[in-house]
């Protein structure tokens, strides 16, 4: 058995040996994969107190960290990257040698241990564990926050209003018939809330106050109020459902299956598409991660530039939904899964970027996708491998690349992610962990 942190990688293109067949077609000889993190409770049950009279159910992790059921289901995930991988050729059987992978999480607790478990299931029984770096401010996953990508709050600020459909009004007059519908499921606010918002009790959601407010010690402006809480919610009751919690326990008993669900989060695609997709914001955060999986994708072939991960077969990323829903809308790109609204993050989705490598020509090229479990797939913890039809897979084109399936030259890809980059919000990363453990 294999253990340590996933942190160093020193591996190029592998030498052909004499005994060592010819492959005649392009295959895969890297790949990239971006993931969210797996189900998790609330991240703060004391925010959500306000928003509903009736008591919130327990959970049996603490706020924000990655559930037992998360965690399996994330190595689902993992067994099913083993099988692609392995049957394209990229994965040999057991665990890695030395530089073979290398994987990378925020510091939370939820993706550290998204990682762990999707290693689990790409190397079982290798004991292999990711990094990360406690100390650093997340950089690479909070670019904002952290000061390297700055916002022009102004422009944020309009587009946001813009989003909205001019005015708040407009937004409560756009999405009232989502709040009507969450609102036969929530019933709240508290009447603490309500005078809090010098309402009466028995106010509705959609009646408290919505603002825009400047967050992130001054560096930029998130929308906050209604939609953000019915957005809050609907992620809430998803990770009910996925959980496995009895249906009683979904939504108080008012959320009978995944479809309903998907109502549900209606709100929850609103905010983030008012909020996160618009270009002020999409763009800065979704830079560092994008020019990171440029610069991993060109490593070792003429393309290459350096600053990004280290050099490996397989690189694995781990962060949050926000990752997600910037890079696709920093990419331009979008997708429809069954059972969820349009451009849903689900728990664990992910990005996965393959690159080609024709033997005969010596070209390079990538084929991008995005997976994600269904809901019922990750409540029912259903094997992804053999006779399951596995996570959906949705083939992805970048502007400029040939339509999906067909692979993108690497250097046409590149250059479409970086039309998606914005230079002043690329900084180095370093992937150097807070505590190294004994190497792979």
Not at 126 to 146: D, R, V, W
Not at 286 to 301: E, F, K, W
Not at 343 to 348: I, L, M, R
Request: net charge positive.
């Amino acid at each position: 058995m294999r253990s340590g942190w996933m942190f160093v990688a020193a591996s190029g293109l592998a030498c052909l040996s004499p005994t060592t067949p010819v492959r005649a077609e392009p295959f895969v000889d890297k790949a990239v994969i971006v993931s969210r993190h797996g189900v998790r409770p609330p991240t703060s049950q004391k925010a959500l107190d306000p928003l509903s009279v009736d008591p919130w159910p327990s959970w049996p992790v603490p706020d924000g960290d990655l559930t037992p059921r998360g965690a399996t289901a994330a190595t689902l995930m993992g067994g099913f990257y083993r099988a692609r991988l392995g049957e394209s050729g990229l994965l040999a059987a057991g665990c890695p040698s030395a530089g073979e992978v290398f994987a990378w999480a925020d510091k939370s607790e939820r993706t550290k241990a998204t990682a762990n478990a999707l290693l689990e299931g790409l190397y079982p029984g290798c004991g292999l564990k990711a990094g990360f770096n406690a100390k650093e401010a997340g950089p690479l996953f909070h670019p904002i926050a952290s000061g390297v990508a700055p916002v022009d709050r102004a422009k944020a600020q309009a587009e946001m209003m813009l989003a909205l459909g001019g005015s708040f009004e407009a937004a409560k007059e756009r999405y009232a018939d989502d709040f009507q519908r969450l609102a036969k499921v929530l019933r709240g606010p508290t009447p603490k809330a309500c005078a809090k918002a010098k309402l009466q009790a028995g106010c509705s959601l959609v009646d408290l106050p919505w603002s825009i407010a400047t967050v992130s010690k001054g560096r930029s402006v998130a929308l906050k109020g209604p939609l953000d809480w019915a957005g809050t919610v609907g992620e809430v009751v998803r990770m009910e459902y996925a959980n496995g919690f009895p249906l009683d326990r979904v939504a108080w008993g008012r959320v009978p299956d995944a479809n309903a669900v998907k109502a549900i989060l209606a709100l929850h695609t609103a905010y983030y598409d008012a909020s996160l997709r618009i270009p002020a914001i999409a763009r800065p955060n979704a830079s560092q991660l994008l020019n990171q999986v440029s610069l991993a994708l060109r490593q070792d072939t003429p393309l290459a530039q350096p600053g990004g991960p280290p050099s490996s077969k397989l690189v694995l990323i781990v962060g949050h939904d926000t990752n997600i829903a910037t890079m696709q809308a920093a990419m331009g790109v979008r997708w429809s899964l069954q059972g969820y609204p349009d451009n849903d993050t689900p728990p664990a989705g992910a990005y996965l970027f393959e690159r080609l490598r024709d033997t005969a020509t010596g070209s390079f090229s990538v084929r991008l996708s995005y997976l994600a479990q269904n809901l019922d797939q990750i409540r029912n913890l259903t094997p992804l491998t053999g006779a399951s039809a596995g996570p959906e897979t949705i083939a992805l084109t970048l502007a400029g690349c040939p339509p999906a399936p067909a692979a993108c030259g690497l250097s046409d890809f590149t250059k479409a992610l970086a039309a998606g980059i914005d230079a002043n919000a690329v900084a180095p990363v370093s992937y150097r962990p807070e505590s190294p453990g004994p190497r792979n």
